[in-house]
C-alpha cells in the first residue's frame, strides 16, 4: 500500500517559492491501477516523482507499506528503489545498449550476474511482444516498441510497484491502446500495482480501477472512475471529465422531467430546496410562462442527476410539492 | 635557379639536407608518437576524473560536492587553460626538474604537455557529459543505481562517441602541442623542423616535418571519428551526425 501523508513541495524559483504541490495526501491499495490525472502543470510529474523520492517533498511523508521512505538512509532508499520501477514519456532507454542489455541493466545494479539474467531478459521479452528484438538497439524501434521494451525493463527487478509518468503521452491512439492492455495484463497477472499519470483522461477510462484528480498542486478528488467520472464532485473534475465544457455548471443528465406550477410559486425556491433538503443538484434546461385557460403557469425543463437514488430523491420531493405537476420527458435532445 | 632553390629549400645541397632526414626522421617519428601518447594518457588519468567531477559535482549533479570545492576546481581549470602554452612550458621547467630529473629532452617535455592538456581534457569530458539525456539518468536513479554506477555504466558508456570525438581533438591538440616544444628543448618533429629547418635553414627538412605533421593529424582525426560513428548505436543518418560534432570538436583547443 503507498500512503501519501500531506505533501507539500515548493521549488525554489526567481520570483520566490513556487508550491507545486500542496498537501497532497493520497493512498493506492495494492494490486489497483491508480490514475492521477490533470491538466498540464497540475503537478503530476512531482507528485509521482515524490513517491520514489526523486523528489524530496517539502513537507509530509511517503509511507511504502508501512516505511516511510523520508526518514530512510541514502543506501537504504537505493536499494527500496529497485522494488518501485518507471517507465516515462520518453522511454529512457540506454541508447547504447542493445534490447537485451538494457532489459539485463536492472538485475546488473542490483549485482546479479550469469546466464540467468539473460534468460530472465529473453522471457520478459517474451512478455513484451518483442523476442526477436534482443540484439536491436533502441534508435532501431518504434516508439510504441521502445515503450514495450521499457516495461520489460521496468519488470526485470521484479517490482511491486510501477510508476507510469506520461507514458503513452508520445504514442498514436492505436499503440497507446496496445500499451495500456499491456500495463493491465501485467497488472492482472504479476499482480503489481500501477500508477498511472496522465492529461488524458481516455487512458484513465481505459484501464484505471480508482482516480485522482490533481489541479494546481491540489488533489480536487479521487475515488473510483465510475464514481468520479459519472459525477465530479469539483470544477476541476468536470473541467477534466468535459473538457469541451459546454456549461461549466452543467451536470451529467440522464432523464428530463418536465413540471409544472401555477402562478403562485415560483422555481428558484424549488431548486434551491431541491439542493438543501435531499443533496441533489438538477440542470434547469429551460422554462418558460405558459397561459393556460387565462391562468399563469410556470414550466421548466430539469434535467435529473444520473444516480438513480439521487434521481428517485428528487421525483418523490418534487411529487410531495403543492401546485406542482409533473411528467417525464423521454425524447428530449439538448 | 640557384638563387630560387635557395630561397626555396636553404642553401645547404639537398642531398646534405637528405642525409640529416635519414639520420634523425625516424626517431624524430618516434619521439613525437611516443610523447603524445604518453602526454595523453596522462591527461586522460588527470582529466577524466576531473571532467565526470566537474558534470556530476554540481549542484543537482549525481553526486552533488560542496560549492566551495567546484568553484576551486573550476577556477584552477580555468587558468592552466588560460596560460599560452609557451609560457606554461617555461613555468613548468622546475617540475619536470623534479619529476623526470631534467628539463630537456622528449621525457622532460611530456610534463608541460600534460599541464596544459589536462584542463583542457576535462573540459571535453564535460562538455560530452552534459549531452547525456537528463532523462537517462533519471531513469537511473529511479532503478536504484548508486552514484558511482550512474557514471560508470550509464554516463560514460552513453557519451562514448562523444568522448572517442574529444579524445581525438585531445591527442591531436597535444601532437601540435609537443611539436611546439621543440623549441625548449623538447624532441620529435618539432624540434626537427626547428633545429634543422629553422635555425640552420634546411627548409626542405621543415617541409617534410610539416608534412609529416599534417599526415599524422588528417590519419588520427580520420580514425577517430571513424570508431566514433561506427560505435555509436543512436543515429541511422550517420554522416551528418559526425560532420556536426567533428565541427564542434575543432572550436576547442588549448592556448
Ligand atoms: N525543479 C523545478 N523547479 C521549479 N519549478 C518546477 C520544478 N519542477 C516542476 N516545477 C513546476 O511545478 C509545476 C508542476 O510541474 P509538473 O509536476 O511537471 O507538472 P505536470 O507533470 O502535471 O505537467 C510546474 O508549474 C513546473 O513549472
Ligand atoms: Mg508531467
Not at chain 1, 25 to 54: P, Y
Not at chain 1, 138 to 155: D, E, F, M, N, V
Not at chain 2, 156 to 176: D, K, Q, R
Not at chain 2, 223 to 228: M, Q, S, Y
Request: proline share 4%.
Amino acid at each position: 500500500m503507498i500512503e501519501l501523508k500531506h505533501i507539500t513541495k515548493r521549488f525554489p524559483t526567481a520570483e520566490g517559492e513556487f508550491t507545486a504541490l500542496n498537501d497532497v495526501s493520497l493512498t493506492i491499495g495494492d494490486g489497483d491501477i491508480f490514475g492521477i490525472v490533470g491538466m498540464s502543470g497540475a503537478g503530476k510529474s512531482t507528485l509521482v516523482r515524490c513517491l520514489n523520492l526523486l523528489e524530496r517533498p517539502s513537507e509530509g511523508q511517503v509511507v511504502i507499506d508501512g516505511e516511510d521512505l523520508c526518514a530512510m538512509s541514502t543506501k537504504e532508499l537505493t536499494r527500496r528503489r529497485r522494488s518501485i520501477s518507471m517507465i516515462f514519456q520518453h522511454f529512457n532507454l540506454l541508447m547504447q545498449r542493445t534490447c537485451l542489455d538494457n532489459i539485463c541493466f536492472p538485475m546488473e545494479i542490483a549485482g546479479k550476474k550469469g546466464p540467468e539474467v539473460k534468460k530472465k531478459a529473453r522471457e520478459l521479452l517474451d512478455i513484451v511482444g518483442l523476442p526477436d528484438k534482443a540484439d536491436a538497439y533502441p534508435a532501431q524501434l518504434s516508439g510504441g516498441q521502445k515503450q514495450r521494451i521499457a516495461i520489460a525493463r521496468a519488470l526485470a527487478s521484479d517490482p511491486k510497484i510501477l510508476l507510469c509518468d506520461e507514458a503513452t503521452s508520445a504514442l498514436d491512439p492505436k499503440t497507446t491502446r496496445d500499451i495500456l492492455r499491456l500495463i493491465q495484463d501485467i497488472n492482472r497477472r504479476l499482480g503489481i500495482t500501477v500508477v498511472i499519470i496522465t492529461h488524458e483522461m481516455g487512458v484513465i477510462e481505459e484501464i484505471c480501477s480508482h482516480v485522482a484528480i490533481l489541479d494546481h498542486g491540489v488533489l480536487q478528488e479521487t475515488g473510483t472512475v465510475e464514481e468520479t467520472f459519472s459525477n465530479p464532485k469539483t470544477e476541476a473534475g468536470r473541467r477534466l471529465v468535459y473538457p469541451d465544457g459546454v456549461v461549466l455548471d452543467q451536470l451529467p443528465t440522464s432523464h428530463v422531467i418536465r413540471i409544472a406550477f401555477n402562478g403562485s410559486s415560483s422555481y428558484e425556491p424549488l431548486i434551491a430546496s431541491l439542493a438543501m433538503d435531499c443533496q441533489v443538484k438538477v440542470n434547469i434546461l429551460g422554462a418558460d410562462t405558459r397561459n393556460v385557460d387565462g391562468k399563469a403557469f410556470g414550466t421548466m425543463l430539469l434535467g435529473l442527476p444520473e444516480d438513480a437514488g439521487e434521481r428517485e430523491r428528487a421525483i418523490q420531493y418534487i411529487k410531495n410539492q403543492p401546485n406542482v405537476t409533473m411528467e417525464e420527458v423521454h425524447d428530449y435532445h439538448g | 635557379m640557384d638563387e630560387l632553390f635557395g630561397t626555396l629549400f636553404g642553401n645547404t645541397p639537398l642531398s646534405q639536407q637528405i642525409a640529416y632526414l635519414q639520420m634523425e626522421l625516424g626517431s624524430a617519428i618516434w619521439e613525437t608518437i611516443y610523447s603524445t601518447i604518453v602526454a595523453t594518457f596522462f591527461s586522460y588519468v588527470i582529466g577524466l576524473p576531473l571532467g565526470v567531477i566537474l558534470v556530476t559535482g554540481e549542484k543537482g549533479g549525481v553526486r552533488p560536492l560542496p560549492g566551495w570545492l567546484m568553484k576551486v576546481l573550476n577556477t584552477v581549470v580555468n587558468l592552466l587553460r588560460s596560460v599560452p602554452f609557451l609560457i606554461l612550458m617555461v613555468m613548468v621547467i622546475p617540475l619536470s626538474r623534479m619529476i623526470v630529473g631534467t628539463s630537456v629532452g622528449t621525457t622532460a617535455s611530456i610534463i608541460p604537455l600534460i599541464c596544459a592538456a589536462f584542463p583542457f581534457v576535462a573540459r571535453l569530458v564535460e562538455a560530452s557529459l552534459r549531452e547525456t539525456d537528463k532523462g537517462i539518468l533519471e531513469a537511473a536513479q529511479a532503478m536504484g543505481c548508486t552514484p558511482m554506477q550512474i557514471i560508470r555504466k550509464v554516463m560514460l558508456p552513453e557519451a562514448l562517441p562523444s568522448l572517442l570525438i574529444g579524445f581525438t581533438t585531445a591527442f591531436i591538440t597535444i601532437l601540435s602541442y609537443g611539436a611546439m616544444s621543440g623549441a625548449i628543448g623538447g624532441g620529435g618533429l618539432g624540434s626537427l623542423a626547428i633545429n634543422y629547418g629553422y635555425q640552420r635553414q634546411m627548409y626542405f627538412i621543415l617541409y617534410v616535418s610539416v608534412v609529416i605533421l599534417v599526415v599524422m593529424v588528417q590519419v588520427f582525426q580520420s580514425l577517430g571519428t571513424h570508431f566514433a560513428v561506427a560505435l555509436d548505436r543512436r543515429v541511422t543518418n550517420k554522416r551528418s551526425k559526425s560532420a556536426r560534432k567533428a565541427h564542434r570538436g575543432e572550436k576547442a583547443g588549448f592556448q
